[in-house]
């Protein structure tokens, strides 16, 4: 299920991924705008379709009123006395005028022209002294004809349905009956009061029945009581109409002015939600794109090494965990490169430091190299003068004197050296100290990375759980993944410095180990040449006796003596790759330094 809502939302998702934030709140604007407005539209051609048909039952009524009132004068006209036929014909032209006034102002034009055409022509011949029935029959067959044509509609659920019954059914056919039956008018009077609309309807309904009641009662004076009752009946049933069309036509009005304030306040309603939505929907595009920017420039500054920005964004939604998430970060990664300044700091000092001392050891390293050359050019001389020494005894014993100073002096040196050498080898301990701890904020580098990258990772997930509005996270998650790519190549770097500081150190170290034990050599040898040099001394006196023994001494002296020099020849030999050693290491740390340099914290 997923995968197939996936295939269809892709395009979707490809459309959206193409725009800017501001212009998908736009479509999803629209979207959601769009069903609104058609259903508004839609709500309104329906209201307004009711209007109309309100609107043009008011327009039937103003035909049906005339033709009912046509019908009345013409039933009192077919019952009237033959004193009274011309008045009765005369008010049944003037109802045929209005009635043709009205079809011209409403500019009706159909098939009932020919009905009113007929009608006009019946009340022309009954006029001239022909018989009433005719206009009757046409009258109420035009009347039937605008009821249907004027859209009048009977039904019960409408509050205008017994009024409309009354009027366009009930005394249309009590009228008919009273000029053919010559009955009386029971209850239907000029003057009846109604509480009501609907009373007036029931009573004209009635009426209509107790008129009709009447017709079928044989009358005792067929005569003038017959005419009597049917003139009143007629009376009365003009009245009804007047009565019955003012109240539809109030009820018509009602209703359409009800139809309209619907209208209206759905309009209005719908007006109102729009603004709000609208009002919202601003202010949320405004806020989210003013975080976003601010976000966006943190990030930027961060591309740039610079983690002194923060985002400052307020609120309480998923944009603004991963600003603060992004400014812890930002300052953790700050911590951790201003630790690896001081760190550096303290490497260069120590480098320097090494340095100084290597230069300081290779100094008096040479100097013991010449005194080692000149003891074993004064053992080789004393070799050559042996075979004279029992004759110059005095002489050797100068000899041997000096000998010994220089012995002393050489083991002088000698210790000194060896000092020189353990300050060197503190000095190089410390440094790989340095660079051990550097690899331990390198791990801690590292770790934030990781931490940024399982960040951005959470930022992703996050904004994909948004859906279509958390598309606008997922960039802020790919420029936080970006920079954790960033931070873990610097880290890797910044290892590899470490390791070659930490191997350079190493070979130091091993550099001054072994020339510490050169320098044991050139003190033992040192030590050997005193022993003999006080054993010279103490028999200078026997030398003349014991000259065998005093040729394979300064034979020992010359060897002991070359053995200083080929020592002290490594020992500076040493020392200038230590040196070298030391100025790698500075250039490591240098390297170091000018990366944490580079990050604004």
């Known amino acids: 299920m997923s995968r197939v809502l996936g295939v269809l939302l892709r395009p979707a998702e490809r459309l959206m991924d193409a725009l800017t934030f501001g212009r998908k709140v736009a479509v999803l604007a629209a979207c959601l705008l769009l069903p609104l407005g058609v259903a508004l539209h839609a709500q309104l051609a329906s209201q307004g379709g009711n209007i109309d048909v309100a609107v043009a039952e008011r327009e039937g009524l103003q035909l049906v009123r005339p033709a009912l009132l046509l019908l009345a004068d013409a039933s009192a006209a077919s019952v009237a006395a033959p004193a009274d036929q011309q008045a009765a014909a005369r008010a049944v032209q003037e109802d045929l005028r209005a009635l043709q006034a009205a079809r011209a102002g409403l500019g009706s034009a159909d098939r ?14 009954a006029t001239a002294g022909g018989g009433w029935d005719a206009v009757l029959d046409r009258a109420v067959a035009f009347s039937d004809a605008e009821t249907s044509r004027s859209q009048l509609i009977l039904d019960p659920s409408l509050d205008s349905y017994f009024v409309m019954d009354a009027l366009t059914a009930q005394v249309p056919g009590v009228l008919v009956r009273a000029s053919r039956g010559a009955v009386q008018a029971a209850a239907l009077t000029a003057t009846s009061p109604v509480a009501d609309r609907s009373a007036l309807a029931v009573t004209a309904a009635e009426s209509a029945t107790a008129i009709t009641a009447t017709a079928a009662t044989p009358s005792q004076d067929e005569g003038a009581s017959a005419a009597a009752g049917a003139l009143a009946a007629t009376t009365a049933g003009r009245a009804a109409v007047t009565s019955l069309a003012d109240a539809l036509d109030d009820l018509l009005a009602d209703r359409a002015a009800d139809l309209r304030q619907q209208r209206a306040v759905a309009l209005a309603i719908t007006l109102g939600c729009l603004a709000v939505s609208l009002w919202v929907a601003l202010a949320f595009l405004l806020g989210t ?6 976000i966006h420039g943190v990030l930027t500054h961060v591309a740039e090494a610079d983690f002194t920005h923060r985002a400052d964004v307020g609120g309480h939604d998923e944009l603004t965990a991963m600003a603060t998430k992004l400014d812890d970060s930002s300052a953790a990664v700050a911590d951790v490169f201003a630790q690896i300044a001081a760190l550096s700091a303290q490497a260069r000092a120590s480098t320097e ?9 290779r100094t008096r390293m040479s100097t013991d190299a010449a005194r080692a050359q000149e003891q074993a050019a004064d053992a080789g001389a004393a070799a050559e003068h042996v075979g ?4 110059g005894g005095v002489e050797v014993v100068l000899a041997i004197t000096e000998i010994t100073e220089s012995a002393s002096r050489a083991s002088s040196a000698a210790e000194r050296a060896r000092d020189r050498v353990d300050q060197a080898g503190a000095a190089v301990r410390e440094l790989a100290s340095s660079a051990e701890r550097v690899g331990q904020v390198v791990g801690i580098i590292a770790s934030v990375a990781d931490q940024t990258n399982l960040l951005a990772l959470n930022a992703t997930i996050e904004a994909a759980r948004a859906g279509e509005v958390g598309k606008g996270f997922a960039v802020v998650a790919q420029e936080v993944k970006d920079l954790a790519r960033v931070t873990a190549g610097a880290t890797q770097d910044i290892e590899r410095l470490v390791a ?3 191997a350079r150190a190493s070979h130091a170290q091993a550099l001054v180990a072994d020339l510490e034990g050169d320098i044991g050599q050139v003190d033992e040898a040192q030590g050997v040449i005193a022993a003999a040099v006080e054993e010279q001394s103490a028999t200078g006196t026997q030398m003349s006796s014991v000259l065998t023994t005093g040729a394979q001494a300064v034979e020992r002296l010359g060897a002991s003596a070359a053995q200083a020099d080929a020592a002290a020849q490594r020992a500076v030999q040493e020392t200038e790759l230590l040196a070298a050693a030391s100025q790698r290491l500075a250039g490591a740390v240098e390297q170091l330094d000018g990366v944490a340099r580079r990050v604004r914290t």
């Not at 430091?353 to 050891?361: F, H, R, S, T, W």
Request: hydrophobic share 50%; proline share 0%; glycine share 6%.
């Open 500 to 502: 070659e500081s930490a």
């Open 353 to 361: 430091e090494v340095g100084g001392l290597a230069a300081a050891l």
């Open 112 to 125: 009932s022209d020919e009905q009113l055409q007929a009608l006009a022509t019946a009340v022309a011949a």
């Open 388 to 391: 004279v020494a029992t004759s």
């Open 289 to 294: 794109r003013r975080r976003l920017r601010s």
